[in-house]
Protein backbone atom coordinates (compact mmCIF):
# COMPACT_ATOMS: atom_id res chain seq x y z
CA UNK A 1 0.00 0.00 0.00
CA UNK A 2 0.75 3.34 -0.83
CA UNK A 3 2.41 5.56 1.90
CA UNK A 4 4.23 8.97 2.66
CA UNK A 5 6.88 10.11 5.01
CA UNK A 6 7.80 13.94 5.43
CA UNK A 7 11.44 13.81 7.37
CA UNK A 8 11.94 15.89 9.77
CA UNK A 9 8.46 17.37 12.07
CA UNK A 10 10.19 20.91 12.05
CA UNK A 11 12.14 22.82 10.22
CA UNK A 12 14.44 26.31 10.73
CA UNK A 13 15.88 28.62 8.67
CA UNK A 14 17.09 32.19 8.35
CA UNK A 15 15.44 34.58 6.33
CA UNK A 16 17.06 34.81 2.70
CA UNK A 17 18.46 30.87 3.12
CA UNK A 18 17.75 27.57 0.83
CA UNK A 19 14.43 25.90 2.45
CA UNK A 20 14.76 22.26 1.83
CA UNK A 21 11.85 19.96 2.68
CA UNK A 22 11.65 16.26 2.38
CA UNK A 23 8.76 13.73 1.07
CA UNK A 24 9.23 9.99 0.04
CA UNK A 25 6.49 7.95 -1.17
CA UNK A 26 6.40 4.39 -0.56
CA UNK A 27 5.32 2.13 -3.48
CA UNK A 28 5.07 2.15 -6.82
CA UNK A 29 5.35 4.89 -8.93
CA UNK A 30 2.49 7.11 -8.06
CA UNK A 31 0.66 9.11 -11.37
CA UNK A 32 0.36 12.32 -9.18
CA UNK A 33 1.58 13.99 -6.29
CA UNK A 34 0.56 17.14 -4.50
CA UNK A 35 2.50 19.48 -1.85
CA UNK A 36 0.10 22.00 0.53
CA UNK A 37 0.78 24.35 3.17
CA UNK A 38 -1.38 25.15 6.01
CA UNK A 39 -1.14 28.71 7.10
CA UNK A 40 -1.90 29.16 11.04
CA UNK A 41 -6.08 28.68 11.57
CA UNK A 42 -6.79 27.77 7.86
CA UNK A 43 -7.37 25.26 5.36
CA UNK A 44 -4.71 23.34 3.38
CA UNK A 45 -3.72 25.24 0.09
CA UNK A 46 -2.41 23.75 -2.75
CA UNK A 47 1.21 24.37 -3.62
CA UNK A 48 1.78 22.33 -6.47
CA UNK A 49 1.31 19.05 -8.15
CA UNK A 50 3.42 16.27 -9.96
CA UNK A 51 1.38 14.84 -13.06
CA UNK A 52 4.50 12.98 -15.02
CA UNK A 53 4.52 15.59 -17.54
CA UNK A 54 7.94 17.15 -16.17
CA UNK A 55 9.71 16.28 -13.46
CA UNK A 56 10.41 20.33 -11.91
CA UNK A 57 7.12 21.44 -11.20
CA UNK A 58 7.08 25.05 -9.87
CA UNK A 59 4.40 25.76 -7.65
CA UNK A 60 3.07 29.52 -5.78
CA UNK A 61 5.18 31.64 -4.10
CA UNK A 62 8.84 30.79 -5.77
CA UNK A 63 8.42 26.95 -4.36
CA UNK A 64 9.27 24.06 -6.48
CA UNK A 65 9.81 20.44 -6.13
CA UNK A 66 11.64 17.58 -8.30
CA UNK A 67 10.04 14.31 -8.75
CA UNK A 68 13.00 11.84 -8.27
CA UNK A 69 11.62 8.31 -9.60
CA UNK A 70 15.23 6.99 -8.37
CA UNK A 71 15.17 8.09 -5.10
CA UNK A 72 11.58 7.93 -4.08
CA UNK A 73 11.58 11.32 -3.61
CA UNK A 74 9.12 14.74 -4.34
CA UNK A 75 11.33 17.23 -2.21
CA UNK A 76 10.35 21.15 -1.93
CA UNK A 77 12.47 23.85 -2.83
CA UNK A 78 12.81 27.49 -2.09
CA UNK A 79 16.00 29.03 -2.90
CA UNK A 80 15.21 32.17 -0.39
CA UNK A 81 13.22 31.88 2.54
CA UNK A 82 10.91 34.52 2.99
CA UNK A 83 9.05 35.31 6.92
CA UNK A 84 5.87 34.55 5.01
CA UNK A 85 6.75 31.38 4.21
CA UNK A 86 6.59 29.88 7.78
CA UNK A 87 3.66 27.60 7.44
CA UNK A 88 3.21 23.85 7.66
CA UNK A 89 3.48 22.08 4.74
CA UNK A 90 2.25 18.38 3.93
CA UNK A 91 3.02 15.47 0.97
CA UNK A 92 0.29 13.95 -0.50
CA UNK A 93 0.00 11.02 -2.97
CA UNK A 94 -3.47 8.81 -3.81
CA UNK A 95 -4.44 6.10 -2.16
CA UNK A 96 -5.70 4.33 -5.00
CA UNK A 97 -8.59 4.42 -7.31
CA UNK A 98 -10.82 6.44 -5.63
CA UNK A 99 -8.57 9.61 -5.90
CA UNK A 100 -8.35 9.96 -2.29
CA UNK A 101 -4.73 11.28 -1.24
CA UNK A 102 -2.86 10.20 2.03
CA UNK A 103 -1.01 13.27 3.64
CA UNK A 104 2.16 13.11 5.16
CA UNK A 105 2.38 14.20 9.18
CA UNK A 106 3.56 17.82 8.14
CA UNK A 107 6.85 19.53 7.99
CA UNK A 108 6.41 22.84 10.56
CA UNK A 109 8.80 25.28 8.81
CA UNK A 110 10.20 28.02 11.00
CA UNK A 111 12.06 31.32 9.52
CA UNK A 112 13.81 33.43 11.66
CA UNK A 113 15.03 36.97 10.73
CA UNK B 1 -15.92 33.18 -4.28
CA UNK B 2 -16.51 31.09 -1.64
CA UNK B 3 -15.13 27.82 -2.31
CA UNK B 4 -15.53 24.90 0.92
CA UNK B 5 -17.43 26.51 3.65
CA UNK B 6 -17.83 24.53 6.92
CA UNK B 7 -19.78 25.68 10.01
CA UNK B 8 -19.90 26.17 12.69
CA UNK B 9 -16.17 27.67 13.04
CA UNK B 10 -15.62 27.01 16.47
CA UNK B 11 -17.70 24.17 18.75
CA UNK B 12 -17.21 22.96 22.38
CA UNK B 13 -19.29 19.78 23.67
CA UNK B 14 -19.78 17.90 26.15
CA UNK B 15 -19.02 13.91 26.29
CA UNK B 16 -22.20 12.14 25.05
CA UNK B 17 -23.83 14.80 23.18
CA UNK B 18 -24.21 14.81 19.63
CA UNK B 19 -23.83 17.56 16.52
CA UNK B 20 -23.35 17.99 13.16
CA UNK B 21 -20.63 19.59 10.97
CA UNK B 22 -21.88 21.07 7.70
CA UNK B 23 -19.82 21.75 4.78
CA UNK B 24 -20.72 22.83 1.38
CA UNK B 25 -19.24 24.02 -1.87
CA UNK B 26 -19.53 25.82 -4.46
CA UNK B 27 -17.25 24.61 -7.30
CA UNK B 28 -19.97 21.76 -8.53
CA UNK B 29 -17.46 19.47 -7.41
CA UNK B 30 -18.19 15.08 -7.24
CA UNK B 31 -16.09 14.02 -4.75
CA UNK B 32 -16.20 15.28 -0.91
CA UNK B 33 -14.16 14.39 2.21
CA UNK B 34 -13.76 14.51 6.15
CA UNK B 35 -10.57 15.03 7.77
CA UNK B 36 -9.85 15.10 11.20
CA UNK B 37 -6.22 16.75 11.90
CA UNK B 38 -4.06 16.19 14.70
CA UNK B 39 -1.32 17.51 16.09
CA UNK B 40 2.03 15.42 14.63
CA UNK B 41 -0.47 13.14 13.38
CA UNK B 42 -0.83 14.92 9.75
CA UNK B 43 -4.82 15.03 7.79
CA UNK B 44 -6.45 11.61 8.15
CA UNK B 45 -9.51 10.76 6.04
CA UNK B 46 -12.37 10.20 8.33
CA UNK B 47 -15.37 9.69 5.66
CA UNK B 48 -15.77 10.38 1.50
CA UNK B 49 -17.87 10.69 -1.10
CA UNK B 50 -16.81 10.10 -4.53
CA UNK B 51 -20.36 10.76 -5.53
CA UNK B 52 -23.75 12.27 -5.08
CA UNK B 53 -25.39 9.12 -3.59
CA UNK B 54 -22.35 7.62 -2.42
CA UNK B 55 -20.38 7.42 0.89
CA UNK B 56 -17.55 4.98 1.93
CA UNK B 57 -15.52 4.98 4.75
CA UNK B 58 -12.23 6.18 5.38
CA UNK B 59 -9.07 5.88 8.02
CA UNK B 60 -10.61 6.54 11.08
CA UNK B 61 -14.61 6.03 10.55
CA UNK B 62 -15.57 5.21 14.24
CA UNK B 63 -17.85 7.30 16.02
CA UNK B 64 -18.81 9.50 13.14
CA UNK B 65 -21.52 9.28 10.53
CA UNK B 66 -21.95 11.31 7.08
CA UNK B 67 -24.73 12.37 4.79
CA UNK B 68 -23.91 13.06 0.99
CA UNK B 69 -27.42 15.72 1.08
CA UNK B 70 -26.77 16.95 -2.48
CA UNK B 71 -24.14 17.54 -4.71
CA UNK B 72 -23.24 20.30 -3.08
CA UNK B 73 -23.32 19.30 0.80
CA UNK B 74 -21.77 16.53 2.89
CA UNK B 75 -22.36 16.88 6.50
CA UNK B 76 -20.35 14.64 9.40
CA UNK B 77 -21.94 13.82 12.69
CA UNK B 78 -20.78 12.77 16.04
CA UNK B 79 -23.99 10.46 17.65
CA UNK B 80 -21.80 10.69 21.53
CA UNK B 81 -18.85 13.06 21.17
CA UNK B 82 -15.85 11.53 23.21
CA UNK B 83 -12.78 13.70 24.63
CA UNK B 84 -11.29 11.28 21.80
CA UNK B 85 -13.18 13.17 18.84
CA UNK B 86 -11.36 16.71 20.18
CA UNK B 87 -9.57 17.64 16.48
CA UNK B 88 -9.95 20.22 14.07
CA UNK B 89 -11.97 18.88 11.18
CA UNK B 90 -11.54 19.87 7.53
CA UNK B 91 -13.70 19.45 4.35
CA UNK B 92 -12.73 19.17 1.40
CA UNK B 93 -13.98 19.13 -2.09
CA UNK B 94 -12.39 18.09 -5.53
CA UNK B 95 -12.96 16.07 -8.74
CA UNK B 96 -11.29 12.71 -9.17
CA UNK B 97 -7.58 12.72 -9.48
CA UNK B 98 -7.72 16.55 -9.15
CA UNK B 99 -6.28 18.62 -6.39
CA UNK B 100 -8.64 18.98 -3.23
CA UNK B 101 -9.86 22.42 -2.18
CA UNK B 102 -9.97 22.74 1.30
CA UNK B 103 -12.28 24.82 3.88
CA UNK B 104 -11.17 26.91 6.77
CA UNK B 105 -12.12 23.71 9.42
CA UNK B 106 -13.82 23.57 12.49
CA UNK B 107 -12.12 23.23 16.11
CA UNK B 108 -14.13 21.04 17.96
CA UNK B 109 -13.35 20.64 21.62
CA UNK B 110 -15.17 18.00 23.91
CA UNK B 111 -14.98 17.91 27.41
Known amino acids: AQSVTQLGSHVSVSEGALVLLRCNYS??????LFWYVQYPNQGLQLLLKYTSAATLVKGINGFEAEFKKSETSFHLTKPSAHMSDAAEYFCAVPRGSQGNLIFGKGTKLSVKP | NAGVTQTPKFQVLKTGQSMTLQCAQDMNHNSMYWYRQDPGMGLRLIYYSASEGTTDKGEVPNGYNVSRLNKREFSLRLESAAPSQTSVYFC??????????FGDGTRLSIL
Open chain 1, 27 to 32: SSVPPY
Open chain 2, 92 to 101: ASSEKYQPQH
